[in-house]
């Protein structure tokens, strides 16, 4: 299966349960005919903790002591600043319910008939066995989960169902349930302790046949030919009148509400596909037997489509969280946060090429929602105006909270440019232009450099101070330090990019002016490019992150065409980078990278380690660390960007067609992917050769580039070298010659 993926037997543990979402509710299906549960989520679902008021504190007082000792070389000076404050963390991501569907002992190995899969075209998660089916979608048209069981005489108790995992033993429960002539109104309400918050989940219990009785908690259904159950949940302060939520719900069938969900989905999802040639004797096995062949061209396939579906699946409201938009424990790792110094930003690294503007909205609704928590970060820390992001947010406060020795986040200063980045790579695909609501935002990204960037040092450069590369350190010097590769990379990028769009702004010249005298990077003596440019800091080699690297990736900043030494300085430091922990995120961002150095073994290596480290739950959701270690959403939704990269890659004034391909996927096609210059691009490769097609939608001017040992053998103009002129609504194929 290409475009969906199953297995023969229901899921025994939640990490395995397929999923489906609308970017505010999520589901997570067991497929289990005797004991039919969907975990009910939604990006709201956030428990108070304490830190939902809290907010910077004021340190700005004490920023000049700070830069003085950091600059004379106190190389421990910044352990000070900020010190004694208590590691808050943001409000923990939780699921809100399991709705169940019992009729006895559960079903959990392998039976003959049996099957579930989902379907990525449209979002709908099925199972059956014998006489019984399960259908499952989360509705874009109508914002509700719908479950349809069919089953000749269905009898089966019916419980919404709040006891999961790590569930809070304070926490309030109330119940309500009203029969109706259909079938009956289900309520389940829940009371955060120690707060004026609740959520409220209401369902809709339709049967076909049969009778409906109140049973204990929820209902008892006898004898119908099909129950249908339709839930929406909602959070806020007090008690929101039942009547009226279960008054909003859809009352159409089943098919109704998918027939009005289905081509909502199946747009986005359609818009990009990657096929493999050697994939075909694979493509029809379960995943779980797919996920043992980890060189299988047809795991890659299918991982590709499920990482695209998943994304898109849990983006809407909010992006994806550190677990996209599910959890089956109340006990989230990391607080199933939206982590933004480099899970967030990898996650949806792939939605502006892989056509899924729908990521790029609800990535654009964090951060514009966010903006004056950031103007409060920017004063309080820094005494700046402008902004300056957190590391991390639950989606409802953008105000720094994390202060730790180890990891010092509330001196990182380079978060606004980073998250802004995939808002203007939207805008380059789209339209070429920044909007407003951008241009404003990149505005404020070089109003906080105009202030903060006051200190020189000796060479009368600019200095970056304080200064950290998340989440590491110098071998021989504490966090926070002086001139880290990714802040200047963000510095100098936030001037000139905001100079370039708002041209007519009073301190646009300043703004150039002040980027122009940040400091080079520096090139250590291991011939790497160091993550600090600041003289006698030692590297750090062994570390998931791969922060000083940003100008490579995405910035394209560093690059082998225009900037070729510092491309192979790059290129030497992502040699010498471990993998510390083995991290799923800090493999793939080592692909990235190594796509955009165009060294094809090294994008291989970091897929073999991902493929075949055991990183995938049957769900084809992915974990943190190998042997399916904390569920996690990294790999699984950056992946189509690795396999991206090394295909097509793309900037304003540049293409480039097979940069690195790796060589366990000698051929195939991928159909639909964006570019930064304005044309949709198909492109399919083999040992013969490649032909790429352009459909642009803007002109543009376009400098072509292939990957090592190809030959572009046709173009439309009389040199290769010369630059590509492109025509809105006037197709353009290129040829590529065999390797």
């Not at 708002?502 to 010249?509: E, I, K, L």
């Not at 993550?531 to 082998?560: C, F, M, Q």
Request: glycine residues 8%.
């Amino acid at each position: 299966m290409i475009d969906g993926t199953w297995e023969p037997a229901p899921a025994a543990r939640w990490e395995d349960a397929f999923l489906s979402g609308n970017g505010r509710h999520g589901a997570m299906v067991y497929g289990d005919p005797a004991d039919d549960r969907v975990i009910v989520n939604h990006h709201t679902l956030v428990r108070p903790n304490g830190s939902e008021d809290v907010r910077p504190p004021e340190l700005a007082g004490r920023l000049g002591r700070l830069q003085d000792a950091l600059l004379s070389g106190d190389t421990t000076a910044s352990e000070e600043f900020g010190a004694g404050r208590p590691l808050v963390w943001v409000q923990p991501f939780h699921p809100a319910f399991r709705t169940g569907v019992r009729r006895g002992r559960g079903l959990h190995e392998a039976v003959g008939g049996y099957r579930r899969e989902v379907d990525f075209t449209t979002g709908e998660v099925t199972a059956s066995y014998e006489a019984w089916r399960s259908r499952v979608f989360v509705s874009r048209a109508d914002d509700v989960i719908v479950q349809h069981i069919t089953d000749l005489g269905l009898s089966a108790d019916v419980l919404l169902d709040h006891a999961l995992p790590g569930a809070p033993a304070q926490l309030a429960v109330g119940r309500s349930t009203v029969l109706t002539p259909d079938g009956a109104n289900l309520a389940l309400r829940v009371d955060y302790p120690g707060s004026g918050l609740s959520y409220t989940g209401v369902t809709l219990a339709r049967v076909d046949g049969g009778t409906v009785t109140v049973a204990g908690e929820g209902i008892r259904v006898e004898g119908a030919r099909s129950l249908t159950l339709t839930t929406r949940v909602r959070r806020g302060a007090g008690h929101p009148a039942l009547g009226a939520l279960w008054a909003a719900l859809p009352h159409e069938d089943y098919a109704t509400l998918l027939a009005r969900h289905r081509p909502l989905h199946r747009a986005a999802f359609g818009r990009t596909s990657l096929t493999l040639r050697d994939a075909v004797q694979d493509r029809e096995l379960p995943g779980s037997e797919l996920l043992r062949s980890p060189r299988s061209p047809a795991l890659l396939e299918r991982l590709f489509a499920a990482g695209r579906y998943h994304l898109l699946s849990s983006s809407g409201q909010l992006p994806p969280r550190l677990t996209g938009l599910w959890t089956g424990d109340w006990d989230t790792a990391w607080s199933g946060a939206f982590t933004t110094n480099a899970n967030l930003n990898l996650q949806i690294s792939s939605a502006a090429t892989a056509a899924l503007p729908e990521v790029t909205e609800a990535h654009a609704a964090l951060v514009h929602g966010q903006l004056a928590d950031w103007r409060d970060n920017a004063r309080a820390i820094f005494g700046a105006r402008g902004i300056v992001a957190p590391s991390h947010t639950d989606g409802a406060s953008g105000h720094t909270r994390h202060f730790q020795r180890a990891y010092p986040l509330h001196l990182w200063t380079a978060g606004a440019d980073w998250l802004l980045q995939p808002l203007l790579e939207h805008a380059e695909v789209s339209t070429g232009t920044a909007d407003p609501r951008l241009t404003g935002a990149l505005v404020e990204a070089a109003l906080f450099y105009e202030d903060f960037l006051s200190r020189e040092d000796p060479d009368g450069n600019v200095a970056v101070v304080p200064s950290y590369s998340p989440e590491n350190r110098p071998a021989n010097a504490s966090w926070g330090t002086v001139n880290a590769t990714m802040d200047i990379a963000a510095a100098r990028h936030a001037l000139t990019t905001a100079a370039d769009v708002a041209p007519d702004h009073p301190s646009a010249g300043l703004w150039r002016a002040l980027a122009a005298r940040l400091p080079e990077y520096l090139v250590n003596e291991d011939g790497a490019l160091a993550e600090w440019a600041w003289p006698g800091l030692e590297e750090t080699y062994d570390h998931r992150h791969l922060s000083h690297l940003y100008p490579v990736w995405p910035l394209d900043e560093i690059n082998p065409y225009d900037t070729p030494e510092l491309a192979a300085a790059a290129h030497r430091a992502l040699e010498l980078r471990g993998s510390e922990n083995d991290s799923a995120h800090g493999h793939l961002h080592h692909a990235l990278i190594a796509a955009r150095l165009r060294d094809p073994s090294r994008v291989s290596a970091a897929l073999d380690a991902v493929l075949g480290g055991d990183f995938f739950h049957d769900s084809l959701m992915s974990a943190h660390y190998p042997s399916r270690d904390v569920y996690n959403a990294d790999a699984a939704h950056t992946l189509p960007s690795a396999v991206i990269e090394s295909l097509v890659q793309s900037a304003p004034g540049r293409l480039v067609l097979l940069p690195a391909v790796p060589a366990e996927y000698p051929a195939g096609e991928l159909r639909g992917v964006r570019t930064r210059f304005g044309a949709r691009l198909d492109l399919s490769w083999s040992a013969e050769g490649a032909t790429a097609v352009l459909h642009p939608t803007r002109a543009a001017r376009v400098d072509v580039r292939t990957g090592d040992g190809l030959a572009l053998t046709e173009t439309c103009a009389a040199d290769p070298r010369v630059p590509l002129d492109l025509v809105a609504g006037v197709d353009r194929v290129l040829t590529l010659g065999p390797r």
